[in-house]
């Protein structure tokens, strides 16, 4: 038996209609009330394509809706960081996404002084911090960028988090660069 003509349709209502069974598809080129049942369905199915065509988005740290960043950050064990603190010293969202794309490399480093100074740059978004650490001495000491000075806190909280539990810390604020406005240049001790 030939396939029947099908009536114009929109692409998704022709992709329903076509895998019906073929008393369907030959009652819908007569009948209103099936044709616009199937519509209301393919409307129905909609907004569930719009979401898998943009799944991909959904799960990349860049391009995932703000409000998601935090369920992706705790697939890669990071949601301590992005709820509210007491002391309201949180990571802002930008910075959590840099935290969530770097993840395994930070899961990789974690304990040693690389990749504490790394994740700290990361989460408040300042480059310079040091972390030095005597063999055998089990204490690091924790050295802040001036630039980071206002962080104090969230690098207290990432520190007492991300170090080996047997080590002690110090955290130790740089002084704050010289200035160059005078034209003079002058090299950071």
């Known amino acids: 038996m030939p396939r029947p003509v099908l009536p114009e349709t929109e692409p998704s209502e022709a992709l329903l209609l076509g895998i019906l069974p073929e008393v369907f598809q030959v009652s819908a080129v007569r009948s209103a009330p099936l044709r616009a049942?199937?519509?209301?369905?393919a409307d129905l199915q909609?907004?569930?394509?719009?979401?898998?065509?943009?799944?991909?988005?959904?799960?990349?740290?860049?391009?995932?809706?703000?409000?998601?960043?935090?369920?992706?950050a705790s697939w890669v064990d990071l949601d301590w960081l992005t709820g509210p603190t007491p002391g309201g010293s949180g990571v802002d969202p930008a910075r959590q996404r840099d935290l969530v794309a770097n993840a395994a490399d930070l899961s990789a480093r974690r304990g040693t002084p690389a990749g504490l100074a790394r994740f700290l740059q990361l989460a408040t978004g300042v480059g310079g911090f040091g972390v030095v650490d005597d063999p055998g001495a089990f204490h690091v000491v924790v050295h802040i960028p001036a630039d980071a000075a206002g962080q104090?806190?969230?690098?207290?909280?990432?520190?007492?988090?991300?170090?080996?539990?047997?080590?002690?810390?110090?955290l130790v604020v740089d002084s704050a660069p010289p200035s160059l406005s005078d034209g003079s240049s002058h090299e950071r001790e």
């Open 37 to 41: 049942l199937i519509a209301v369905t």
């Open 46 to 72: 909609t907004p569930v394509l719009d979401v898998l065509d943009a799944v991909d988005t959904l799960v990349h740290p860049y391009r995932a809706p703000e409000q998601l960043v935090p369920y992706l």
């Open 152 to 170: 104090v806190d969230l690098v207290h909280r990432i520190v007492g988090v991300m170090k080996p539990a047997h080590i002690t810390h110090d």
